[in-house]
């Protein structure tokens, strides 16, 4: 959410940034804003003047009655003020139910309009506009087939979907044996990795309040990924970000204790809404999955050179396993309204000759924190608000995906990096419980 103040003073800059967005549909708000912005200050102020106004009227009803006592006309004066602060006090009630109701509709408008977007940010309507900045890693397509990572669990014994269907319906799995100790162990070396970095190790809340929502993300991604609890005002969280973020809600934070680091682990539950293709089928978009998350809370001066720390900790966790990646910058109207600037790091998958996302990181400014009014005082004692980031450390089981596919080996085995192999008691190689081809 923009500061009214900013609106005020650049309303074309924030519409520029809403067609950089590809938003043209919420022009309309920023004039809405202003309109209301001004109404609430005009009512502001005659309330105001009506307090003044019935204080300075009482006094003259009081000296006007005193002379009265002398002067019988005075009393007919004294009347005719008495009807003013009658009129005004009912005019000043009217104000004080419309700033309330001007405050709400205002606050709701402005929790529209986007953030302000980093320069660098590239252009485009949509995803397919990103754009790749670097590559890391050799992408290799071997000279046998790859399964569908299903397929590949499966010849583990480590996958169970129609049992989960049964139980739960479709977006949901179980996870058996090697593949969910494989599953783990990459949280766990995904946990001590950002422990290594000075991170914090954190297990938050699972859901949280209603407010604590509408601070840390937009109204449409809330509408297409929350789980409410009926009866309730709490939402099971979309990722750890949220509850951790949230953490901070109305505190001022010292200004020694900045930056936060975090590193929190959470199961996450999400909607999914709509038809994603049929290469996201099997566990590539679920409503159930889990993720160990990084999160940065700073200083506004801080925050471009956490983002770049942020995206090139990914970068060198998923080459710590052997996987290849990229990094993808997001265009403007592939960002979510909160973000500043954003980027996606994508797996290389053999099977489908191409890249695809793993970890997201993102610098959302000061959005987050005025929405959840989270400061400190700088040097000079003045109250600022922090900035705040988030990025995927790993999330399986999607980068499971990833990892399979990277090291199945023409027998069907899998290869454990040695990185991970400690959290695997030891094993270098996983051997397939099913022949191919033979259903046993």
């Not at 709701?108 to 986007?114: F, N, V």
């Not at 990103?130 to 397929?151: Q, S």
């Not at 449409?220 to 789980?227: A, E, K, L, R, S």
Request: hydrophobic share 35%.
């Amino acid at each position: 959410m923009l500061d009214i103040r900013f609106i005020r003073e650049n309303p074309e800059a924030v519409r520029e940034n809403i067609r950089k967005k590809f938003q043209e549909q919420k022009l309309p708000l920023v004039d809405d804003v202003l309109n209301l912005d001004a109404e609430r200050r005009s009512v502001i102020a005659e309330a105001d003047k009506l307090r003044s106004d019935r204080n300075r009227l009482s006094k003259e009803i009081g000296k006007l009655m005193g002379q009265a006592k002398k002067d019988p006309s005075k009393l007919q004066e004294a009347e005719a003020v008495k009807k003013q602060v009658t009129a005004n006090s009912e005019r000043l009630k009217a104000l004080e139910q419309r700033k309330p109701e001007l405050e709400r509709e205002l606050h709701q408008k402005m929790l529209l309009i986007p953030q302000m977007i980093d320069p660098s940010v590239p252009l485009g309507p949509d995803d397919s506009h990103n754009v790749e900045v670097e590559r890391f890693g050799e992408a290799v397509v071997p000279d046998f087939p790859i399964p569908y990572h299903t397929e590949i669990m499966d010849s583990f014994n480590g996958i169970d979907l129609d049992a989960a269907g049964r139980v739960s319906g479709n977006g949901f799995y179980y996870l058996l044996g090697d593949i969910a100790r494989l599953h783990e162990a990459v949280l766990a070396l995904g946990r001590d990795f950002m422990i290594g970095k000075g991170f914090t190790y954190c297990i938050p809340p699972f859901m949280i309040h209603g407010a604590v929502v509408e601070g840390v993300m937009s109204q449409t991604d809330m509408d297409g990924m929350m789980y409410k609890i009926e009866g309730e005002d709490l939402y099971l969280i979309g990722t750890s970000e949220h509850s951790m973020i949230g953490r901070f809600i109305d505190q001022i934070l010292p200004a020694d204790t900045l930056p936060q680091t975090l590193t929190s682990y959470s199961p996450c539950f999400r909607k999914e809404k709509g038809a994603h293709g049929i290469e996201e089928r099997g566990i590539y978009r679920i409503h159930q999955f889990e993720k160990q998350e990084m999160i940065v809370v700073c200083k506004p001066e801080d925050s471009a050179a956490w983002y770049d720390k942020l995206w090139r900790y990914s970068v060198e966790l998923f080459r710590a396993m052997e996987i290849p990646v990229r990094q993808l910058e997001c265009c403007s109207g592939d960002l979510a309204d909160l973000k500043v600037k954003s980027c996606d790091i994508e797996a290389w998958s053999p099977r489908q000759g191409k890249y695809f996302e793993v970890c997201s990181c993102s610098n959302l400014g000061d959005a987050q924190a005025r929405r959840l009014r989270i400061r400190y005082r700088d040097e000079n004692g003045k109250m600022q608000l922090c900035h705040t980031l988030n990025n995927t450390c790993v999330a399986p089981p999607r980068m499971l995906i990833a990892f399979l596919e990277n090291h199945l080996q023409a027998d069907g085995s899998v290869t454990i990096p040695e990185i991970l192999r400690p959290y695997m008691g030891g094993t270098e190689v996983l051997i397939p419980k099913k022949r191919k081809g033979s259903g046993v």
